[in-house]
Each structure stands twice: as C-alpha cells, then as structure tokens.
C-alpha cells in the first residue's frame, strides 16, 4: 500500500505541474524540457498558486498541515503562493451534510433533531481533519459542533506509515539524515496527530488551556459541553470573533494592532514557560480577535508539552540569546546535551556570534528569516547539533508565531517585547523564589517521610556501627587507628544530625508559613 501511495504522489505532483518549483533551477532547465514535452497535455492557465493548493487538497489532510503553516511565512514564500496556501486554514472542501448526521447520529445513538433544537447544514469552517457547524442545544444556547471527517484516521495512518518508510530510508542511507533524528520526528507527529483524531483528546486540551487563563484577561478559550461529546464530535461554546487575518476589519473596529501582536508573543511565552503546554496549530486560521481585543483560540488538536528541564534550556537560551551573551548561548547547548559533550565553545560562540549579531535590533519586517534559518542549519551540521523531538511542535510553533507578528505588525520588536517576560520567569526559577515554590510543591511528601526520618536515621546509623564492629584487628596499633577513625566519624555525624534537625526545623516552619 505504501509504494502505491508514494506512485500517488508523484503523480499528483506532476498532474499539477508541481516539478516547476524544483526543475525551474537553472542548472535543470533541460531536464524541465524534457519534462514538459514528455507531459504536454498538461495545462498551466491555472496559477501556480493554486495548482498547489489544488495539489495538497488532493494529497490529503498531513499535506493540508504543511501548506497551513507555509501560509504563514510570507518571508520563506512568495505572496501569491501564500495568498492561495492561505485558503487551507479553514476553506478546504467540506463533506455532505448527510455523512454530518449520520457521524453525529451514530456517536449518540440518537436522531440530529434530538440533540439539537438548531443545526445548520452548511459549515461555517472546513478543515483538513474536521469541520465545524454553528448549532443551538435543546435549551437554545448556541454551540459550534466539530466533527471528524469519514474514514479520516485511515488516511492518516497511510501517510503517517508512508512518511515512517522514508524516514527509515533516509536514516538507513545516510548519516546526516540519522542525526536528525527522522524516525523520533515523525513518531512526535504521529503521536500529536493522534489528538485529533480523538475529539474527546480535543476538548480535554480545550479544558486545561482554559483553566491556564481562566482569567481571561488576553485569551478567551470556549467553554466544552462534555455532555454532547464523543470521539467524532465535540461540542463548545459558539465564539464571536474576527479571524486575526482579517488585519483591516481589526483595524476598523478599533483594534490596537501593536498591543495585540506584542500580547501574542506574551499568551506564547506565558503557555511554554509558565505553563509547559502550548498551542501547536496556531496558524491563522484557528485564532481569532474579540471585539475587546482579547485572543480567542480555536482548535486543540495539536498541544505542546515541555517538561521543567526543557524549560529551563529554552529560557537559559532566549535570554542569553536576547542579552547577546553567546558563550552561555554555546554553553546552554553543551549543558543541555544539544550537541556532543567535546565541543569547542569558543568556537560554537563564535559561530552563534556571526549568525545572530546581524539580526539585533531590527523589526521583523527587516529580518531575513530564511538566510539566518540557513546559517543555523549549517552550523547545527557542523557541530553535530542533535535535533530534540520533543521540541519539534515549540520549533513549528515559533513558526507560525512569527508568520502571524509580521502580518500584524511588522515593526514589532520581538526581542524587546519577549526579554521582559523570560527575564522575570528565570528569577521565579533561580533563588529563594524558586526554593519556597519547591517546598510548597513537595510539602505532601515531607509530611509523609518526615515521621519516619528518626527510625530510618537510627537504622542506618546502627548498621553503619555493627559493620565497623565486625573488622577483625589484629594488633593494638590497628585498635588505636581504628578508635581515632570511629571518634572521627561520630563527630561528623553529630554534626549531620545538628544540620539535619535545622534543616527539619526550616521545613516544618515554611510548612506552617503556607497553611496559615
């Protein structure tokens, strides 16, 4: 199944003319010819543009997500490409109506009219996975209704095995490719799309990123009808807003465009760091702006995790990064285990130097993304930079952050807007601060080992003993030596058991300090 997959591919990519993109090269220009007189029933009226658009659509919902988060990068591609990979977001073709009512139907047991007082019969928004419809519930609050595309799992399980074999290929032929890891990436995917397919997984992210900023003071998450939820359905609060895209619309409503796109790379910041769980699947066409202008979020397929060690790498880096201090830059990386324990720092410093020194104090707008991409990738291939898995989702989230500031506001400071905020979570995560959350955190634990510490110290203490008792001496010098060892020994336990019955005095006073 898999090489006729693969046979699919190419053959949609040269129904679309898409070997233009690649034969276009000057040094392949023969072989475009040859291409194209082989081909030359193939029609070429239609744009560019749209021929790969048309293309993706054809391929599938794992291409769909590609050309989603190409839109985004008006820097990496041109705006006629990215004016049509645009439509993706949330114009891919829906399905029936008829396949809507009988998923629905069948995931409750029950009929479309029992369920709903309301249902509209065409989408409001149609994706690569899903689509939405706007609905009222029996007791008429409106509802946005999200349902799975047919058969939409057996699809993705044969590109995901397609993408798995060439992974494997290219990790088996080469070395370059083994290092980045092809195989982990793609598994990371797979696991992460796995969400999608299960739109209880869905609402369940929905819940917790609610929870995150149950403030609503930036972002507004919908509120989830567990009720009305199963594997290919999921239910939530009908959202009122302005799709982030729509930059003039915003603007007419009276939007400030600058706070808005300084308080995007703030609810980002605040998600990783703060939080360790992010939005993955922030192009476009699943954010979108209230009137008040606070974000609203749509579509939690895709959520990141980090764990507190990636956390603490990632800030230790920005904030080198952003203070320009590049031999913690290079050190961070060494520390991190992000490239081979033997590395030269001077000489990793001085190859993040050159490649980040250039974009300082620059707007977005002013910022060639794609030559200091480059320069990065070079630099990872010489040093042996191992690519993380686990941080694949943040790497094509910042991608899309970064595509959605410079739509917004291309003056935007990133640099500027981002120190602030990582500067005030690494003093949270160094001092005193950090020790008191640290206590808090393991309070449950100390109480239950606490009580014990006296039995287990008298324990260790008494075996310790016998085990000196039990050495054979053999004559009265070795008796002398081995009493000068004992007397010292118990002298530096007196002095633990003084350090330690401190140690349980600070605990049990902070203990009391966050009771009361």
Known sequence: MRIFRLFYIIFIALRFSLDEFILSHPRLKPLQSLVNGLLFWRSKAVPRGARLRLALENLGPIFVKFGQMLS??????????????????????????AAVENIISSAFNKPLSALF???????????????????????????????????????IAHDLRLMDTMAWLLQSVSSEAKRLKPREIVAEFARHTESELDLTLEAANCSLLGRNFADKSMLIVPDVHWDWCRKDVMVMQRMHGTPISQRDLLTAKGIDIPKLAVDGVDIFFTQVFRDGFFHADMHPGNIQVADDGKYIALDFGIMGTLN??????????????????????????????????????????????????????????????ARTLLSLFQMARRFGVIIQPQLIMLQKTLLNIEGLGRELD?????????????????????GWRAILKTVKK??????????????????????????????????????????????AIWQRRLVIAIVLLAVVEIILVASTFFIH
Not at 449 to 477: C, G, K, W, Y
Request: proline share 9%; net charge negative; with cysteine.
């Open 410 to 430: 291309p003056n935007l400071d990133l640099w500027k807007s981002a120190q602030p905020f990582l500067t005030r979570w690494m003093n949270e995560q160094i």
């Open 308 to 369: 507190d060690t990636d956390k603490y790498y990632l800030a230790r880096n920005f904030l080198a990064f952003f203070n320009r201090d590049y031999r913690d830059v290079a050190q961070a990386h060494i520390d991190s285990g992000w490239v081979p324990a033997d590395t030269k720092r001077e000489e990793l410093e001085t190859a993040v130097r050159a490649i980040c020194e250039p974009i300082f104090d620059k707007p977005l707008k002013d910022i060639s993304f």
């Open 72 to 97: 985004t990068r008006r820097d990496l591609v041109p705006a006629d490409i990215a004016d049509e990979l645009a439509k993706l977001q949330d114009q891919v073709p829906p399905f029936p109506f």
């Open 117 to 155: 007082s309301q249902f509209d019969e065409e989408p409001v928004a149609s994706a690569s996975v899903a689509q939405v419809h706007f609905a009222h519930l029996p007791h008429g609050e409106p509802v946005a209704v999200k349902v799975l595309r047919p058969d939409i799992e057996k699809t």
């Open 442 to 487: 393991e309070l449950p634990h100390i109480a239950k080992v606490l009580p014990e510490m006296p039995r287990l110290a008298h324990q260790f203490l008494a075996q310790t003993n016998q085990a000196e008792l039990d050495v054979p001496l053999r004559s009265s010098i070795e008796k002398l030596i081995v009493a000068q060892q004992l007397q």
